[in-house]
């Protein structure tokens, strides 16, 4: 029989369930993911750093885990909270089942609550702190401790993901998404800032015959000029972008040097340089489910997701062309600058999970570096 395990919310609405995974307690930002597969790779996104992921598909760790679909070396959330978790995976890709990876890695997970009254609450009142745990159902307890556990706004999460030295990915490049043409590869040499990077855009640069250069967030300006890329790529990551002024300094530094584009974090730092304004979004977007209009064609996108910050343009507008906008609620989505080459877009074009409607954004950047 597994443990008791409970949910605490900042507001003291509690959940009760029983524990998989890790044993202990873990606090974070409560959030809810709307994927309805992709588990392993929501799991390992380092984007996720500071929070609590709820899945609202109700059936989690039905196809197991293989280490094929790690987006990269570790589980960064702190705790997982699922309404059915599945014991017995079935699967030929699969190689164990998820609970035994969650114990392995020290993750805490929760099942048997009503997540659909828990994404509700998030919906209304907004994403929250929460506090998981399998060792006591104290609550009076786990609130104090709640209380001492500081909000996602004004973190440096970045700091903490990524890499520690620069290194070239030498990741065998898959299949899956847009060719691997031997004979165009390494034709262009990128470097990737990384601020919690997946390994899916790694993947897909590879892919697309680039040589991968990736340095650590911290990395001045004219260390990546003097790796003399052809384009520099901002990757996504967790938490707040307002915190990261070592990013952004380096980012202002590099416009108008090379081509730049921004993913996610990316976007939102990109945003910052070029004089946007970052606001705290209610809960956020988190899923493979977000519809995104192109303003120019008005043509839509189902893209993946998962930011709980946007960038407001509107005080830039005379050199930024806003080109996407989220159909659910009017954020900004997508931008380039009407005469750099600079562009970038708030959701995830290598998806991992989701649908791959936005992977030619990866193309279009390779093709700025002959224009």
Not at 106 to 135: C, F, N, P, Y
Not at 168 to 194: I, P
């Amino acid at each position: 029989m597994n443990k008791p395990a409970i949910l605490v919310l900042e507001d003291g609405t509690t959940f009760n369930g029983q524990s998989f995974g890790a044993e202990g307690e873990a606090v974070g930002e409560v959030v809810f993911n709307t994927s309805m597969t992709g588990y392993q790779e929501v799991l390992t996104d380092p984007s996720y750093k500071g929070q609590m992921v709820t899945m609202t598909y109700p059936l989690i760790g039905n196809y197991g885990v293989n280490a094929e679909d790690e987006e990269s070396e570790r589980i960064w959330l702190g705790g997982f909270i699922v309404k059915e978790y599945s014991s017995f995976p079935s699967n030929w890709r699969s190689e164990e089942a998820l609970d035994r990876l969650l114990k392995r890695r020290g993750v805490i997970a929760i099942e048997g609550i009503d997540t659909r009254a828990l994404t509700r609450k998030i919906r209304v009142h907004g994403a929250m702190q929460g506090i998981l745990s399998t060792e006591t159902k104290d609550t009076t307890a786990l609130m104090a401790r709640l209380k001492t556990v500081p909000s996602l706004v004004g973190q440096d999460l970045v700091s903490q993901v990524t890499c520690a030295k620069a290194y070239e990915w030498k990741g065998e490049a898959g299949s899956a998404t847009l060719g691997n043409d031997a004979s165009t590869r390494a034709r262009y040499h990128v470097v990737v800032y990384d601020f919690g990077v997946k390994r899916s855009i790694l993947r897909m640069l590879s892919e697309l015959g680039c040589r991968v250069s990736v340095v650590p967030a911290h990395t001045p300006a004219d260390v990546v000029l003097a790796m003399s890329p052809d384009g520099i790529l901002l990757s996504n990551g967790p938490g707040d972008p307002e915190a990261l002024p070592y990013a952004i300094s380096a980012v202002k530094s590099l416009l108008g040097k090379k081509p730049i584009f921004g993913i996610c974090l990316g976007h939102q730092i990109l945003g910052l340089a070029l004089g946007g304004l970052c606001f705290k979004m209610k809960f956020g977007h988190h899923g493979g489910n977000q519809p995104v209009m192109e303003r120019a064609t008005q043509k839509v996108q189902i893209t993946a997701q998962n930011h709980g910050f946007a960038i407001d343009f509107s005080a830039v507008e005379k050199d930024i062309e806003v080109t996407h906008l989220n159909l659910n609620d009017r954020t900004v989505e997508g931008m380039r600058h009407r005469s750099l080459p600079v562009s970038s877009v708030q959701y995830h074009p290598e998806a991992a999970p989701g649908p791959h409607d936005a992977a030619f954004f990866f193309k279009d950047f390779i093709d700025s570096f002959s224009k």
